[in-house]
């Protein structure tokens, strides 16, 4: 019969084996064509509302939506692999100074795996870098990227 104690070993033994397997990702390899630092300066969204009634019981509301750009950047890391017919390109805000980049160069051979609007990246120190899926595209064997 298995206990508490022996499940809880058990798991503590596996959990190694488990996140290296990704918890069931779908690994693919691919080769990144390219990775690229963007800074774009964020938007500051600002609504006001005014609302007033008078003697008569009327009632009357306003509002005011202002967006400018803010002192303020993100910055983006932009990976674009090329897996196959298929070419993803992937964004990765790295504002915070404990947020890496996946540690691949281009031109080499990466694997990664894609679920839903995500695509994760196994770098070549075995680090997994999630990022945000922007676009993916089919290509044609004459548009692929050379090796």
């Known amino acids: 019969m298995l206990t508490r104690r022996s499940f809880s070993a058990a798991v503590v033994l596996l959990y190694p084996s488990l996140t290296l397997q990704g918890w069931g990702k779908k690994w693919q390899e691919g080769t990144l064509v390219s990775a690229d630092r963007q800074e774009d300066r964020d938007l500051e969204h600002h609504t006001e509302t005014n609302a007033s009634s008078d003697d008569n019981g009327s009632y009357s509301s306003s509002r005011t939506d202002t967006v400018k750009k803010s002192d303020m950047y993100i910055i983006w890391m932009y990976y674009k692999i090329s897996a196959g017919n298929k070419m993803y390109i992937a964004r990765h805000m790295i504002n915070l100074p404990w947020v890496k980049t996946a540690t691949s160069e281009v031109g080499?051979?990466?694997?990664?795996?894609?679920?839903?609007?995500?695509?994760?990246?196994?770098?070549?120190?075995?680090?997994?870098?999630?990022?945000?899926?922007?676009?993916?595209?089919?290509?044609?064997?004459?548009?692929?990227?050379?090796?």
């Open 108 to 147: 080499n051979t990466v694997k990664f795996a894609v679920e839903k609007n995500k695509l994760y990246i196994l770098d070549q120190d075995g680090k997994e870098v999630k990022t945000d899926v922007v676009r993916t595209s089919v290509i044609s064997p004459q548009d692929s990227p050379r090796r």
